[in-house]
Structures are given as structure tokens and as C-alpha cells.
């Protein structure tokens, strides 16, 4: 095999009471990345459509999360990476994540697969800090693992792929502003009052049983943010009130989707969600500001391989 066309998808991160740990995975939202061996040793960026991304391989994210990999496991052939950049870098919907993520699991499996997907991780990270000042995998996790997410730590690297209800569909609304993740972790405060981290603690323990318990109702008390998004929500146009029109149409939790602009919202079934979206809609229609509305149903598989050629 010399080649490899995979779907890339977009991810929400943090899912409210996760800052930085949980993450889900979306479906048909996401970036077509061909990766290619080359004669030349090393990675380079190819043909870049959709968005302007960076060609210098030291500045882009899926060549810095390649060349980490192929740094403990040389190759004699090097890669060419192209990329149809269809998630807008700083929208809050995992760009630069996709873009790591692809770009390690391709090359990975042109080597012949020495690492598992779980494994690919850490090297997607190495990208993912290009982009946000930070090796976190809230947004990686899910992409290489589908469905949701939970990393016990990013220091040893502890992640856990966690069950999602059936009937989860998610909804999101895309302010077409861009709010880059360096720039929305720089407002944050270093340190939080302590009844305010004992109440997150009980979102996030009640967000993972609601999991594996199949418990909506449980799931909808549990998305509850009382440490990020009170800061971040300042930096998003209309996000109180996005937030409260997805609820009050029936939307079991809305929040910030990773660090804005966009918003997600979590409905059970496809007919709530996509009452949840006119309401989110009807929010955005009145001010003079494009955006984009989505719909995505939780992807359990993550990266999908299109063409092996």
C-alpha cells in the first residue's frame, strides 16, 4: 500500500463539566486527508483546499504530529500530506485535532500499523500543541477512539473510551468568528474556588455514569460548566442566550463546543435536536453574523478509511 485517503472527523471537547479531559466524536463533519509515501525522506505538505493552512511542515500541525511519530520509528520513505480542510481552524469543533489525528493514523498505516490507535495519541498531541499552546487530548481522543472520551491524565497518558446512549444526537451552531484556543486558555485563572471544583467534580462523576447507564435525565442535571465557560462565554456573541433558547426547545445540556466559537447542544433523538437547532438558529438570524448549523449523531468508530490504493 502507497496511499491512503481516510475521513478526519470534528470533535466537540470539554462537553461542559470536562474541561481539558472528555471529548466527543461527530459524524459527517470532518476533513478528507491523502496521505502518500514519498521517495524523499521527511514529510511535505501537499495540495491544501477548504481553508489556508501552513505548507512549511514545521508550522502544521498534521506534519509536526507525523514527524513526532516517525521520530521514534524511522522510515525510509517519507509523506506527502494532502488535505481537504473542510472544519474552519478556530472554530471550536477540533481543527487542528482532525488534522494531527489524520495525519498520524495515515502515516501509521503505511508503515504497516506498529502502534495502535490508542498508541497514536501522544505523537497526535505533539501537533496539537502547535495550535493551542498546549498537549492536551480531549479532541484527539476521540477522533483516533470515536465515540466519547475520557483522559485520566495527559501526562502518563490514561484514556478511556466511555459508552454514549443510543438516542444522543448533537447539535451545533457555528458563529463564523474565529476564536483560537491560544487565545480563549489565556483568560482563564490559574486557580478556583474550591466549592466551585466540588461542584464540577459531581457534573463530571454524574456525566460518566449517566454513560454507562443509559440515564438522560441524569446526563441533562450533569451538563453543567461552573469554572470555564463563565469566562469564555464573554468571547462568544449571544452565548447566554443560544445556550438557554437549545434548552428551553429540549435540549438535555448546551455549552461551549472546546473553546468557541461554537456552541453545542446534546438532545435525545434526531426530532429534538433538530428543534433545538431552529431555536439556536432563530438566536443567530437576528444579528448581521453568518454561521453554520450542524447535526451529528456520535461517531463510535472515529477516523474512517476511505481508499487504500
Not at 16 to 26: K, N
Not at 212 to 229: A, M, Q
Request: with cysteine; net charge neutral; hydrophobic share 40%.
Amino acid at each position: 500500500m502507497d496511499q491512503i485517503e481516510l475521513f478526519s472527523p470534528a470533535s466537540v471537547a470539554n462537553v461542559s463539566c470536562g474541561f481539558d479531559v472528555l471529548g466527543f466524536c461527530l459524524d459527517h463533519i470532518g476533513d478528507i486527508m491523502h496521505i502518500s509515501k514519498t521517495k524523499t525522506t521527511g514529510i511535505t505538505i501537499g495540495k491544501v483546499t477548504g481553508q489556508k493552512l501552513p505548507k512549511d511542515p514545521s508550522k502544521n500541525v498534521a506534519s509536526v504530529a507525523g514527524l513526532a511519530l516517525l521520530k521514534e520509528t524511522p522510515s525510509e520513505f517519507g509523506f506527502q500530506i494532502d488535505i481537504d480542510k473542510k472544519i474552519k481552524p478556530g472554530s471550536g469543533i477540533g481543527s487542528s485535532a482532525a488534522s494531527a489525528a489524520g495525519a498520524v493514523f495515515g502515516i501509521n498505516e503505511l508503515l504497516g500499523n506498529p502502534y495502535t490507535r490508542k498508541e497514536l495519541i501522544r505523537f497526535a498531541m505533539v501537533g496539537e500543541a502547535i495550535a493551542s499552546g498546549a498537549a492536551h487530548a480531549d479532541n484527539l481522543a476521540p477522533v483516533l477512539l470515536g465515540g466519547f472520551t475520557l483522559v485520566r491524565s495527559n501526562v502518563s497518558l490514561d484514556v478511556i473510551k466511555l459508552p454514549n446512549p443510543s438516542q444522543l444526537v448533537a447539535t451545533i451552531i457555528h458563529p463564523k468568528i474565529e476564536l483560537k484556543t491560544l487565545h480563549s486558555r489565556a483568560i482563564l485563572k490559574a486557580t478556583i474556588p474550591l466549592d466551585k471544583a466540588i461542584e464540577q467534580w459531581g457534573n463530571l462523576g454524574g456525566l460518566i455514569s449517566a454513560l454507562y447507564t443509559d440515564d438522560y435525565e441524569l446526563l441533562s442535571r450533569s451538563l453543567e460548566d461552573k469554572i470555564i465557560e463563565p469566562y469564555r462565554a464573554m468571547l462568544i456573541p449571544k452565548f447566554e442566550e443560544t445556550r438557554q433558547a437549545a434548552l428551553n426547545a429540549g435540549a438535555l445540556g448546551s455549552g461551549i463546543s472546546g473553546s468557541g466559537p461554537s456552541i453545542y447542544a446534546l438532545s435525545k433523538g434526531r426530532e429534538t435536536a433538530e428543534k433545538v437547532g431552529s431555536a439556536m438558529e432563530n438566536i443567530y438570524k437576528n444579528l448581521n453574523l453568518n454561521y453554520q448549523l450542524y447535526f451529528s449523531e456520535i461517531n463510535t468508530k472515529g477516523i474512517k478509511v476511505l481508499k487504500r490504493l
